[in-house]
């Protein structure tokens, strides 16, 4: 279990955040040996907006960090099918495929493995400040007192605090979005994930564990504002204009009391090291969830990383090579995803171009599974 966390130490690792990237980075890092502290700003477990479906390209990596995926019974998802606002649904197999889980079930469970191989986890512990004091060196200051550590990793997902923000940002204008999530009980098959598109968004609906479905959707920022800021609304005059989603949202049985939403949510690249601290998952840029598949993106950035990380500390790196490496690293493993991700995004979400995009690769299928495979990567 974790040693009680020391303000007089310096760690050799400090993270921050607690999601899929910084609790993965903290376990490998861990289980090789490496002091690792970790502050999460919420607590565990705790519900988080996501579509909740990971590519299988993740499950050998979890099942190596310790997690039980096998005991869980969780559903394997192998079909997807997706459809434009008309009506039309393209079904195509998954050629790689996934599984779901809930965050609220993952993060948590990441969380304890976490602290069995050690890793000083500090929950409700918001990070206000990192300063690089001097070389091998930086300052923590958190909402429960201040901490040190040789090395600073950022994984705190797609919210850029302050002080992880470059000193000058290029000003450029990019979509907002938000995304709202629904667990439901519903109709469709354990095996199935479906995207529905609508004005200016897309809401995917596949199983998690619990016999429960995740029902979750991006939408422009635009659709609420022109819904008088009430979701409700929004989703009964937008949404419901697919007879599919009218379907789902009428006919389910909602088991949150209200749904949970987040807003402020730009797709983009950030950079691996900003203002000396390493970058995992979201922070280092968040790639849109239509096939982004951000939570194996944030998971892989992790496995990289921490190889790199190992070196350096067994002295076979230095600072800036590590940096560089792991720029370098992350380029080639997900640059042609997020270029993928952005031709995808561009199809969908409107009406002519998604049904047009859909009609054809009815009649292609190869070219659907080709598509596919670009969002998807290997096992790692
Ligand atoms: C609508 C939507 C649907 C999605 N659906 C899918 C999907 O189906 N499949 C998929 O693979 N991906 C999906 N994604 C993407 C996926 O959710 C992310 O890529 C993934 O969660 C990234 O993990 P992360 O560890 O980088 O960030 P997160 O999981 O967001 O973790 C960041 C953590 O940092 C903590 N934190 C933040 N600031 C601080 C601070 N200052 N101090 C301490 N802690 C802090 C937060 O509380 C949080 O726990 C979706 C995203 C959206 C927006």
Redesign the pocket.
Known sequence: MGTPPSSNKIYQCAI???????LCLAIQLAQEGVEVIL????SYP?H????????MESWDFLIGLGVPLDDLHLPKITQLGISAENGFMLNSPLPLGGFGIS?HSL?HLLCQMARTKGVVVLEN????DVQNIEENRSEIT?AQGTYQAQIVCG?????T?NFAKPPVETPTKRPN?I?V?YHIQTDLAPNRIELHNFKDGYC?ISKVDNERYCL???SKASNLQQSGNDIKAMEHTILCENPFLKKYLTQSTFLFEKPLA?SN?YFYPKGTSINGMLM????AG??T?VC???????MRASKLLAELLLLYFQGKCTQEALKSQYSRAWASAFNRRIQAGQYIQHLLGKKTSTHLALKTLHYFPALTQKLIGLTHGRAF
């Open positions: 921050v955040g607690g999601g899929l990237g910084g502050f999460e700003k919420n705790q988080k907006v996501c579509g909740e479906y990971i590519s965050r993060d512990c918001k990070v206000l958190t994984s705190f997902g797609k919210y605090p979005y995304g999530k995917g979750c959707y991006l987040i949510i995992v998952g979201d922070a968040a790639i969830p982004g598949n951000g939570m194996s993106m944030a």
